[in-house]
């Protein structure tokens, strides 16, 4: 082969090979655009940009005024980008000393010199740790504020490398006010209360955010098709009141730490809408305090004792078997049934009372023989009778942890001889103490009986979003005649009956008392020879026209008071006590025609302020001398008299008759040291009025009123 022939060759081979390997890149290009195309634009897209995932604000639980019950409040942990571009080594080494002497000061926790050591070595080591956590703690808003001034963090995240990372941290600005029921939802998803029940509105929704890398290794925000706006969460209106719950809570504080209680819970609810306006739950802690450790009053389901005697009158009641008039033998105070003995609280007895007393005085052994008496062999009868007052069905109110009732009907697996006269009487069943006052509050509601309403509304940005109107559970417990009976029974119970320490002359309560011995599980009634006991009141008040009913329960009293009239009833009382203060509808009308069907009695006092006092109310009277700065009074049928009182620092004055301010005025004044005992107006005064002052000398002052 001729040398021009051999080079022809080797150039078209060469010419070939680069033809093919043109064509094959050409071939990878179009393969990759076409074939994986979307496989390597996601993944640059993953490089240059990334989603950043916007929390959502937290909706806040709310009480019945608006007051904030449970918020979040922003809390952050503070980092540091070693490698941001900003941060170069002259930047760096011209501020870490200023910001290891900030970090030092503010956060006290180590030395200037050590912060200087630990970032600097972390800055050398940044390509296997790039974030460096800065502080020894979460720090607030505030506080984030003074800390982004701090020198190299005030350039901000890229050129400073200053990172502070938001959570979220939910508080209770009323501390454990009704905690339980508020709740929480925890990290592992367990949800609790309102927190838990409504957590689906209070989350609200998650937003995106778009961020691109940029020169520099740093990332900004833009704008994207891809973004979306974060929903904040709807905020929770209970139906709690503060100062309502706040009263329950200490009352019940109060009685659990007197009687040396284990726990214990109050409920307090609207009649007409079922709206739970208070709901107290406290357990003695190791220490001895008390705090929110369980919700009770949906929780914890307990034979309630003789709270269930009412549902017993209105069975009895229903199917006509006995009048109130109708007497019963309670004897000695002891039945025996079988081989059980049926006792009453009273040791000798109530020996033969009326239908009426009976429930009034809590007779056990009335109640039972009445019992027997109609429904011997008619046990399904009465059973039915109570399942048509609900109380075998759950409540199924809005937040989670009810225990749904238990009433067994004859015929089931646990049914024997004494179920019929247990039951009747409160045991062998069991009910919460929000079911049983729901029962109560139908009775208030003229036997409607409407489920408990803890939660009202939903409210985004002020609008509401949802409301929860109340809902009825039956429209009526029982007819209006044996209700008529049952409310004049209850009223009993408290004017004449177990609950008279309740008696107060402004405004009637009924009610029922509850004392029941607590099983000890498989060990019975009485473990290790102590018998531990549950003390309840249930009822309504006023009960002439009911506003609001309520319950307190109290388990295991252990200083030898247990009855539900002694430690559940002053509960009570002091719960009504306040809601009567506050509800001025309650009160009469002043009469504001300014005829008086008496002269008041007025104190003697300071002339100028007294004749003030007098004009403004219309009050009429007879002047005295102008001259006078100091007025004794007396009164008549028409008119209050003023009498000009003779003052002088030389003579002690007569001050019976004037309010202890201005009495101390006076005698004080004169030289003269003052002691007292009681309140009101000044009744007499142990130095007489006219006698020659002796300066340090003491005069004792008796006022009108005792001691309160």
Known sequence: MSLKKEILTRIAVVYVFFVLLGLGIIAKIIYIQFVEGHKWRAKAKVITYKDIIVTPNRGDICATDGRVLATSIPYFDLRMDLLAGGVTDSVFNANIDSLAICLSNFFKDRSRYAYKSELTNARRLAKNKRFYPVAPRKVNYIELQQIKKFPLFRLGENKGGFIPVQSNKRILPHSTMAARTIGTVNEGGVAVGVEGAFDYALKGKAGLRVHQRIPGNSWVEVKSMDQIDAEDGADVVTTIDVELQDVAEAALRKQLDKHNAEHGCAILMEVATGDIKAIANLKREDDGSYSEMYNYAIGESTEPGSTMKIPTLIALLEDGQMELEDTVNTGNGKYKIYDRTIVDSKEEGHGKISVKEVFEVSSNVGVVKLVGKYYKGRERDFIDRIYAMKLNQPLNISIPGEVAPYIKYPGDKYWSGMSLPMMSIGYELKLTPLQILTFYNAIANNGRMVKPRLVKSLVRHGQVVQSFSPEVISTSICSRSTLRKVKEVLEGVVEQGTAMNLKNPRYKIAGKTGTAQVAKGTRGYKHGGRVSYSASFAGYFPADDPKYSCIVVVNSPSNSVYYGNLVAGPIFKEISDKVYATSPEWFREVDDSGDFKEIPQAKSSS??????????????????????????????????????????????????????????????????????????????????????????????????????
């Open 607 to 708: 002339r100028e302020a007294l004749v003030e006092v007098l004009d403004e109310l219309d009050i009429p009277f007879e002047k005295a001398d102008k001259k006078a700065d100091w007025v004794a009074t007396e009164r008549d049928s028409v008119k209050v008299e003023l009498k000009k009182l003779n003052v002088s620092k030389k003579t002690v004055p007569n001050v019976v008759g004037m309010g202890l301010k201005d009495a101390l005025f006076l005698l004080e004044n004169t030289g003269l040291r003052v002691k007292f005992q009681g309140r009101g107006s000044v009744r007499s005064q142990s130095i007489q009025a006219g006698t020659k002052v002796a300066p340090g000398s003491t005069v004792f002052l008796e006022m009108s009123l005792g001691e309160s």
